[in-house]
Structures are given as structure tokens and as C-alpha cells.
């Protein structure tokens, strides 16, 4: 009874001090039982740390350099040329980090007394791996050596053959030569010996023939040499050696003796075909026969591959069986931290026993006190509930009677007694600012009329409790229809809005939402939703906005670029949108036709579809000059691809902003390689003769005018050749259409290597010929072109091992006509008469015509 009397004295301050003791040294004895908790969670936490995890750590670093060996070793693999392989990461760092990380996780694992034999294992596997990896290393340097030397040996060999084709062909030039000079110092055609001529042009033929076969061996031989580069198997570049070299050197080895046989009697000549002996020895030596030949070369090259490949398997097999060792390492370490987790974990739960226990008591504690302290608030509570209803019925001379005392609730009744005082002073005042604010409300209303917005006052329920005259027309329902309905009704099902708080929470992500009128049409509408005041959230604003035009017009604009971009997408030319000459969009044909993906080519400079910066400099003149004038620019020009591949392409641009050509242009490009090389085709066609290869009569025709009209301007001389083929039908008859063909062609070759590149040599048909000479100095030199045209077209040729004697008949025109240059053309083109009737041409026509 003392206790309890003792209590109900006490006033709600002392309480509320003993209950915060009680409450301390209960929150202190929880505090004690958490340190105890993590001082030993701390201690698991630090062997877990200062153990476990650097033995962890250790092990993920061992396999993080393990694999910066292997990626090492793949670099070395892909290394494509010596320059590339010494490239390569030095191993001295990664052994350097490898031994240093190694050394952690011995100490790691002596300090968790885990077995050292595995320790021993990995150190065999590790240095197994080393040596592996120098053998990879000198197998790669090995490989790129000899395929320097083989690259080196086959240029060798493409040289030497080239030096060989020169050397074949002096030697036939220079007995064409001096068989031409051995002719010429002859005793007249009346008086020479046929067999005199036949053995001359017998040795001239055979040395011909055996030169061109020596030439077209080499060069077999040289393409069998790049063969022996690109075969794999042995077996057959043995093949390739035994059979089809050997073939070839056996035809060199008789050719080369057929010209020496043919030249016993030309001693400078003899010399020339003992060199060339001598560089086909050489040359055979380089391919096949010596040590360090391309033949030699490729097998060792083939055995290195196949020796690196196999140390290759060896180094990854290794390293295989030394990551399941590391493995094996990482799950030890596992089950060390596992048996410390669960003790940490064991004794976690004990702590939270403990401090479930401490709860109840504090919970238990803080029931006896509330109750308590109701007992002791509830009937001083009444009294001012009473005073407080009398008050709100507008009795404001209620007052709460009072005593001396220093209690909590004596002092409440005198701040209440004070507060009705001030109340009741405060209602005169209100009555005074009423009158005021009708007036401020009346000046909003106006403002708020004019808004094209509709703006609604809300309850905290989402009552509506007042609108402007836009929410009428927004929400087609009058002030009166709209007070006292919900402002949710007006949001569409599919908001999933249940609350002011719903609309305010979706409205800071979006505040576009599909609303439903007062008719249940839907609409999409602007929302904007806040709190009158930050003090008092019972009212709230709320405004809309009718934006369903505004969103029609944005899904026609989304519509009509959707459509755009499939037009742009499936076009079939490459299209690209470029501004300051830098590439800012492209489509699916631009990327197919360029071999550029769009990631790698927008915002580059057209600089990179040019094939060289010239080009580049001279397109950008050609065609900004015109788009800047607002007109189109068409053309065809050389582009690249990204693998470096030329093509002609047709482009197209159009300034997008002909006011504004900065703002960009449009551009279409197509390839029209094919195009341009069918047109140059027909060209050829409609300009050459198709058997000769020679200008036809229409180009004949034109560059005879031309010539005519540069001789008038410059005051200048022009001759022209008409030359035909005796008795050609006799050919045609008796060794077939096609020996004529043959002969044909190799009369105008003939021709063609008597004058100058700047002359003209057209066939007008059938067996006729034209010759067009410019720039003439002198009517000597139109002698001399002639009886070498004669002299030349005159030597036998052998078609179907038949030797065929061609007879020309030439006529010669002079530009313009005068009579001491027909003189001296006529004296000098008795050699010509001479020639021609020693072979038995006697239709020889000589003559002189102004054109």
C-alpha cells in the first residue's frame, strides 16, 4: 500500500524519469550482449580475413597469370611475322608476379595447415609449363625465319626468271638482227643461192622457237615455285618436284641446247647463251636443288608447324591438370571459411535469444507504465474535453478551474483559460478580415475564369469542391454536376488511380494520363496535382489540360518517321545523311555497299570513301560548288570500300535546306562498276577490229581528219600507208580461214612494231591495211618506214609447220604534195621496189596525191 501511495503522489515528470532509468540500464544490458555477440563475430571476421580470403585472392591471382600465359601464349600463335612475334608480352613480368603471388599462398596455406604436397605439385606443373612455353616461343621463331627465307627465295626466283626472259629475248633480237644485216650484204636476189637465205632463216626460226619455249618453261617453273609455297602435304610437293619441275627443267635443258647448237657460228651470241645456262642452273638451284631452295625451305616450314603444334597440345594440357590443381586449392579453403561461418552463425543465434529475452522484459515493462499513466491522465482529460465542447459551442467565457499546484494539468487548464481569452479576441478579428477576403477570393475567380486549363479545388477524399469555367468545357459537365464528385471517376480504368496519392506518385514519372469526360468519352489530358499549402494538405489543387490534338499530331509525326525510316531501310541504293562532309546516318544499302557497319562509319569524314585525299579535295569542289547554288549534283566517281576494293559508284546529292545548305544533304550512292566496264566494252568494240585488235575503218576515218586538221594548223606533213596481201586467198584455201586469221594477226603485229606509239595502224577489212605517220620531218624517214614495213612483213612465217611467205603491196600518200619531197620519197623507196621483187611481188604500187 506504501508503494502503491507512493506512485499515485508521484506527478507524470518523476514517472516518466524513473521509467527512462529502468529503460537505460535495459538498453545498456542489450548493448552488453551485442559487444559480447560481436567481439566474437569480429574474431571469426578477422581469421576469415586475415586467412581465408588472402589464401582466396591468392588463388584467383595464380589463375588470372595463369591465364595471361595463355593469352600470351595465343599471341605468340597468332603472331603472323617475326616483327609481330617479338611484339609480344615479355614472360619475365608475368614468372616476376607469378613467383610473387605464389609466395603469398605458401605462407596463406601454412598459416591454415593445409598439406604442402599440393604446393609441390603445382611447382612441377608450373615449371613443366615454362619449358613448354620456350619451346612454343623458338618453334614460332623457327617458322617465321623460314618463311622470310621462303619469301625472299621466291622473289629470287620471280627475279631471276625475269632476268632470264630478258636474256632469251636479246639473244632473238639480236640474231633478228644481224640475220637482217646478213640479208642486206648479200649479192643481189638474182644471184643468191635459195639455200643461203633458207639456212638463215632456219636458224633463225629454230633459235625463235626454242627462246619462247625456254621463256614459257621458266615461267611454268616459276608458278610451280608459288605452288610449293601454298602446298600443304608433303607427299605432294614431292610430286610437285619429281614430276612436273623435273618435266620442265628436262625442256629447258633441250631448249637451251637447241640455241646453242644454232649459234656455233655467232660467238657474242655464244656468250649470251652460256650466261643463260648459267642463270637457268642458278635458277633451277633456287627452286629444287639446293639446301636452302624453296622446295627445302617449305618442308622444314611444314615440320616446324606441325612440332609447334605439338608443343602447343603439350603447354595446354598442362595447364589444364595445373588449373584443377588450383581447383582442389580453392575448395580446401572453402570448407576452412565454411566452418568458420557456422560458428559465427551459432553464435549469432545465441545472441538473438538473448536479445529477444531483453524485448519481452522492456515490452512487459512499457505495458505496466502506459497503463499507469492512464490512470493518472484520463480524468484530467475529461474535464478538458468538457471545457474544450463547451468552447467549440461557441461559450467563449468557458473557463477551467485552478489551484497553486505545479502539476502538468493545472498548468494545461490555465493555458486553456488563456487561449479562450485569446479566441474570443480573435473571432471580433475574424469578422473584420472576412470582408477582405471575399474580395481577394472574388479577384482569383476572375483570374482563374480566364485559364484555358481547367483547374479543380479538391478535398483531401478527392471530392471536387470548386472549378473554373475551363473544367465545363474540358470535362462537358457544369460547376453543379461536378461539385461533390470524385476526381478519380474522370481517370480511364486502365490508370490503375486509387487515390490523390496514386496520381501524385505516377505524375513525377509522367504526367500524361487517358482521362474519361463527363459523357464517359476518353481523352488524353495533362495533370498537374499539389497541396493548396505545405502546412495543410486537406485542399488540393488539381490541373488539366485537353492534349488529345496535341498527341494526334505526335503519333502522325511518329507514324510518318516510321515510315520514313522503312523507306530509308529498304531502299535499293545506299543512302547516307551528311553534314560538314561527316557522315551522320546511313542505311542498310550504304552498309552492304561500302562493307562498313554504321557503327564504325557515322560521324567519320567522307575522307574514308575516297581512295585517296585528292580525290576527296576534288570531289568536295565539284560538288559542294553546286549544291550551294541549290541545284542537284550527279556524277560517277572512284569510291572504296573498307577492305581497301575500288569501284566505280553513282552519286546523287541534294541539300536538304536550299536556303540553309549548311543544315545538311542527302546523297545516294550505286554501284555502276559493271555498267561503266559493259560500256567500255562496247567501245572497244565499236572502235577496234575484232580479230586484230587494231583501230577499225571508222576510227581510221576520224583520226586521218584529225590528223589532216593538226597538219593545216601547225603548217606540218602527214604520209599515209595503203598496204594489202598478195594472193591471201591462196592461204585461205589451201591452210583454212583460221591459218588466215593467224596470218592477219601477226601482220599487224608486225606492222605496229615497224612505227611509232603516236602513229596509227588500222585494218580497213579483209587483207587491207592503213598506216597514218604525224609530225613528218623529213620524206626520207617516209622511205625508210616503208622499206622496214616491206622487210619486215616480207620474213617467212610458219603456220602449221608450213612456212607461208607474205607479199605486201604498199601505196604511199604525202601531206601536202610537193615535188622535191615526192622526188627524194621515190629514191628513197628503191630499196622497198628492190625487196619486193626479189620476193616475187610485182604489183608494187608507188604514188602521190594530195588529200
Known amino acids: 500500500m506504501n508503494r502503491e501511495n507512493m506512485f499515485k503522489n508521484w506527478s507524470i515528470r518523476a514517472l516518466l524519469h524513473f521509467w527512462a532509468v529502468i529503460t537505460v540500464l535495459m538498453v545498456l544490458l542489450m548493448a552488453a550482449i551485442a559487444m559480447f555477440s560481436h567481439h566474437h563475430y569480429t574474431k571469426n571476421q578477422l581469421q576469415l580475413t586475415e586467412q581465408v580470403f588472402p589464401l582466396v585472392d591468392n588463388a584467383r591471382q595464380i589463375t588470372t597469370s595463369a591465364a595471361a600465359f595463355i593469352t600470351r601464349q595465343k599471341q605468340i600463335i597468332s603472331a603472323q611475322n617475326a616483327d609481330e612475334l617479338a611484339s609480344v608480352a615479355k614472360r619475365a613480368p608475368l614468372e616476376a608476379e607469378f613467383e610473387q603471388t605464389w609466395q603469398r599462398l605458401l605462407v596463406s596455406m601454412q598459416e591454415l595447415e593445409i598439406s604442402p604436397e599440393l604446393t609441390t605439385v603445382l611447382t612441377d606443373y608450373y615449371q613443366q609449363f615454362l619449358e613448354t612455353d620456350s619451346q612454343l616461343l623458338q618453334q614460332m621463331q623457327v617458322q617465321h625465319q623460314l618463311s622470310e627465307q621462303l619469301e625472299q627465295r621466291t622473289e629470287s626466283v620471280s627475279l631471276l626468271g625475269e632476268e632470264i626472259q630478258e ?56 608458278m610451280l615455285s608459288q605452288k610449293i609455297r601454298e602446298t600443304q602435304n608433303q607427299d605432294l610437293l614431292l610430286s610437285i618436284r619429281e614430276n612436273d619441275i623435273r618435266e620442265q627443267e628436262a625442256m629447258l635443258r633441250n631448249a637451251i641446247l637447241v640455241i646453242k647448237q644454232h649459234l656455233q657460228n655467232y660467238p657474242d651470241l655464244m656468250l649470251q647463251a652460256d650466261r643463260l645456262q648459267q642463270q637457268i642452273d642458278s635458277f633451277i638451284h633456287l627452286v629444287v ?23 602447343q597440345q603439350q603447354g595446354l594440357d598442362i595447364l589444364e591438370i595445373l588449373m584443377l590443381n588450383l581447383n ?36 512487459l515493462g512499457i505495458t505496466g507504465f502506459v497503463l499507469t499513466m492512464t490512470a493518472r491522465i484520463n480524468q484530467p482529460m475529461q474535464r478538458l474535453r468538457k471545457a474544450m465542447h463547451s468552447l ?7 473557463r477551467m478551474p485552478t489551484d497553486n499546484g505545479q502539476s502538468e494539468f493545472n498548468l494545461l487548464a490555465n493555458d486553456f483559460n488563456v487561449f479562450a481569452a485569446q479566441t474570443q479576441s480573435l473571432i471580433e478579428t475574424l469578422d473584420e478580415t472576412r470582408h477582405s477576403l471575399e474580395v481577394r477570393e472574388t479577384r482569383i475567380r476572375a483570374i482563374l475564369n480566364g485559364v484555358p486549363e481547367a483547374i479543380l479545388a479538391l478535398q483531401a477524399d478527392g471530392t471536387i469542391s470548386s472549378c473554373n469555367p475551363a473544367a465545363e468545357k474540358i470535362l462537358k459537365a457544369s460547376e453543379s454536376q461536378l461539385a461533390g464528385q470524385k476526381i478519380l471517376q474522370f481517370f480511364a480504368q486502365t490508370e490503375s488511380i486509387h487515390s490523390l496519392g496514386d496520381i501524385e506518385q505516377q505524375q513525377k514519372d509522367n504526367r500524361e494520363f487517358e482521362g474519361l469526360n463527363w459523357f464517359g468519352e476518353s481523352f488524353s489530358m495533362w495533370v498537374s496535382l499539389s497541396p493548396l499549402s505545405e502546412f495543410d494538405d486537406d485542399i488540393w489543387v488539381c490541373v488539366i489540360s485537353d492534349i488529345s490534338s496535341w498527341k494526334r499530331t505526335k503519333l502522325a509525326l511518329v507514324q510518318t518517321s516510321n515510315e520514313l525510316n522503312a523507306i530509308l531501310e529498304n531502299a535499293m541504293v545506299g543512302i547516307a545523311f551528311i553534314k560538314n562532309r561527316q557522315i551522320i546516318r546511313v542505311n542498310n544499302k550504304f552498309e552492304q555497299l561500302f562493307l562498313f557497319s554504321r557503327e564504325d562509319i557515322e560521324g567519320k569524314s567522307t575522307l574514308c570513301l575516297h581512295p585517296s585525299e585528292e580525290a576527296f579535295e576534288r570531289f568536295g569542289e565539284q560538288a559542294y560548288s553546286t549544291l550551294s547554288e541549290a541545284e542537284n549534283f550527279e556524277a560517277q566517281v572512284e569510291m572504296i570500300r573498307a577492305n581497301g576494293e575500288k569501284f566505280w559508284c553513282a552519286v546523287a546529292g541534294q541539300v536538304i535546306d536550299p536556303v540553309n545548305p549548311a543544315e545538311g544533304s542527302i546523297w545516294l550512292y550505286e554501284d555502276v562498276t559493271h555498267q561503266r566496264q559493259n560500256e ?23 583520226r586521218l581528219e584529225h590528223a589532216i586538221h593538226k597538219a593545216k594548223r601547225q603548217n606540218g606533213r602527214l604520209a599515209v600507208f595503203f598496204l594489202d596481201l598478195d594472193h591471201f586467198k591462196h592461204i585461205n584455201d589451201s591452210l583454212g580461214h583460221k591459218a588466215g586469221d593467224i596470218l592477219l594477226c601477226e601482220v599487224a603485229r608486225r606492222i605496229r612494231s615497224c612505227v611509232r606509239d603516236s602513229d596509227t595502224v588500222a585494218r580497213l577489212g579483209g587483207d587491207e591495211f592503213t598506216v597514218i605517220l604525224e609530225d613528218i620531218t623529213s620524206a626520207q624517214y617516209v622511205g625508210r618506214v616503208a622499206e622496214k614495213i616491206l622487210s619486215t612483213t616480207a620474213l617467212p612465217y610458219m603456220l602449221d609447220n608450213i612456212e607461208v611467205n607474205i607479199s605486201p603491196s604498199i601505196g604511199i600518200s604525202l601531206y601536202p604534195a610537193d615535188g622535191r619531197d615526192v622526188d627524194m620519197l621515190v629514191r628513197n623507196a628503191d630499196a622497198a621496189m628492190y625487196y619486193a621483187k626479189g620476193s616475187g611481188r610485182n604489183n608494187f604500187q608507188f604514188y602521190s596525191s594530195e588529200m
Request: charged share 20%; with cysteine; proline share 2%.
Open 328 to 363: 582442389n586449392l580453392s575448395a580446401r579453403v572453402g570448407e576452412q571459411g565454411l566452418v568458420r561461418t557456422q560458428a559465427s552463425a551459432a553464435l549469432a543465434k545465441t545472441a538473438k535469444w538473448w536479445m529477444i529475452i531483453s524485448c519481452l522484459i522492456i515490452s
Open 680 to 702: 567500255e566494252r562496247l567501245t572497244r568494240l565499236a572502235s577496234s577490229d575484232i580479230l586484230t585488235g587494231l583501230p577499225n575503218r571508222g576510227v581510221f576515218k576520224d
Open 392 to 398: 467549440s459551442a461557441q461559450n467563449f467565457d468557458t
Open 167 to 222: 636474256i632469251a629475248e636479246a639473244i632473238t633480237g639480236k640474231i633478228d638482227l644481224t640475220l637482217t644485216r646478213q640479208i642486206q650484204s648479200l649479192r643481189p636476189p638474182a644471184l643468191v643461192e635459195q639455200s643461203d637465205t633458207t639456212t638463215l632463216i632456219d636458224n633463225y626460226s629454230a633459235v625463235e622457237r626454242s627462246s619462247y619455249s625456254l621463256m614459257l618453261n621458266v615461267l611454268r617453273i616459276s
Open 289 to 311: 636443288d639446293n639446301d636452302n631452295s624453296v622446295y627445302q625451305l617449305r618442308i622444314r616450314q611444314i615440320e616446324a608447324y606441325e612440332q609447334s603444334q605439338i608443343v
